[in-house]
């Protein structure tokens, strides 16, 4: 057991840093997702009347026949993905201790989310 | 045990579930364990109802439609109040730890106080969401 291994008492912690780099995506995913809030906000709150047209235009229009609307949907919806990955993982980490069950539900978290980043994109892009 | 004469120390275990409800957590804690909630919460309603929902909206004309006829039902109204409280608070909830993170606002009072803010604002944000779903107006 790594509790009974004698590391002495200045023990210098190193690491790749990837809890600082999982710390950070989280906090940029997070910011990200506020802008795009406030973009669809704005844009709804600019609309003539709640329409079909008005909704589906939100998330197709383009800029110089460049289909802005959908690249900004799909960016926001792969940074939704992942910051929901990172929240997920840490409530998985603090409350379900045997290793086995934890890793199942780390995977079964991706699947969940890439399946539904899949059904986004394809949607927005497709239909 | 009771050979050496000493009492032995209460060990504590993991808190049961009717402690876990007795609990009185200060507001920063009633807010963390509520962003926790919320995220979970849409993290599971994503695939199975936002976005259903939202392909219903955006494929065509007549599911654009539709989504109001659905919306009707009572139990529609409370799972869609739900998820608008959700996703409002982990927003607000989230704002605030982007503020925290910056170090701006963390002595105990402020702490606090922006806790009970953030409480307050998801509500309040909610109750609007929850008038017009309703139909108030």
Known sequence: ?127 | MAESGVKPRKTFRNISVPQILSYRLPPAGQISILHRISGAILFLALPIIILPLFAMSFVSQAGFDAIAVISDMVIVKLILLVLIWGYLHHFCAGIRYLVLDLHIGLDKVSAQRSARVVLGVSLALTLVFGLKLFGAW
């Open chain 1, 1 to 127: 057991m790594a509790s009974q291994e004698k590391i002495g008492q200045n023990r210098l912690v190193v690491g790749a840093h990837y809890g600082t780099a999982q710390y950070i995506i989280q906090r940029v995913t997070a910011i990200i997702l506020v802008v795009y809030t406030l973009v669809l906000l704005i844009g709804i709150l600019s609309m003539s009347g709640f329409t079909y047209e008005g909704w589906r235009n939100l998330f197709t229009f383009q800029v110089l026949l460049m289909p802005v609307g959908q690249v900004l949907a799909s960016l926001a919806f792969i940074s939704l993905a992942w910051h929901a990955y990172i929240g997920i993982r840490d409530i998985w980490m603090d409350y379900v201790k045997p290793v086995g069950i934890r890793l199942g539900l780390y995977v079964l978290s991706i699947l969940w989310l890439a399946g539904a980043a899949i059904y986004f994109i394809v949607l927005v892009w497709g239909s």
